[in-house]
T-cell receptor
């Protein structure tokens, strides 16, 4: 089946630094990818929809200047958390739509100290 | 009101029991419905899609009631490996994004 590879799986960074998370579709092309955030014991919340070759669409309340999304190719989307703060610590998951449905990356656990 | 609502549980049931979860959604334009399973600190994985006529996959049965806007999942003969969080997910016609419920946590006890 379709595979979405997400890296890194875990990252710890200092407050004020930036972190880049990559999401790759390995055996299919994804014109659209989705970025979610999940806090402990809460559901996945869509942050933004990443569109290949165009600007991402952000959900209400998500700062586009803080969460930079780049979808430069049909197989790669990146999310950069800029000037990270402890409250940005969360589980970030990407997803891509394939022929069957939606495939998720394995997630990135970000801890900002 | 949340767009997709689920009882967060936790549900603790003995191995072999039958357990049922319900989920309600508020957007009447919702067209596609799914149950996902999420293990602790892992990504969600598709358990099954939910069709209007109801569908079954082994020990799992999903039902959709459009009039009442609720979705159900029934697990028969539960196994220890069924312990997970079950996410009710919907999306609307023409909309690509998925909307997730909070999830229902299930623990199967030996």
């Amino acid at each position: 089946g379709a595979v979405v590879s997400q890296h890194p799986s875990r990252v710890i960074c200092k407050s004020g630094t930036s972190v880049k998370i990559e999401c790759r579709s390995l055996d299919f092309q994804a014109t659209t990818m989705f970025w979610y955030r999940q806090f402990p014991k809460q559901s996945l919340m869509l942050m933004a929809t990443s569109n290949e070759g165009s600007k991402a669409t952000y959900e209400q309340g998500v700062e586009k200047d803080k969460f930079l999304i780049n979808h430069a190719s049909l197989t790669l989307s990146t999310l950069t958390v800029t000037s990270a703060h402890p409250e940005d610590s969360s589980f970030y998951i990407c997803s891509a739509r394939d022929e069957v449905g939606y495939t998720f990356g394995s997630g990135t656990r970000l801890t900002v100290v | 009101r949340k767009e997709v609502e689920q009882d967060p549980g936790p549900f603790n049931v003995p191995e072999g029991a039958t357990v049922a979860f319900n989920c309600t959604y508020s957007n009447s334009a919702s067209q596609s419905f799914f149950w996902y399973r999420q293990d602790c600190r892992k990504e969600p994985k598709l358990l099954m899609s939910v069709y209007s006529s109801g569908n079954e996959d082994g020990r799992f049965t999903a039902q959709l009631n459009r009039a009442s806007q609720y979705i159900s999942l029934l697990i028969r003969d539960s196994k220890l490996s069924d312990s997970a969080t079950y996410l009710c997910v919907v999306n609307s016609r023409g909309a690509q994004k998925l909307v997730f419920g909070q999830g229902t946590r299930l623990t199967i006890n030996p």
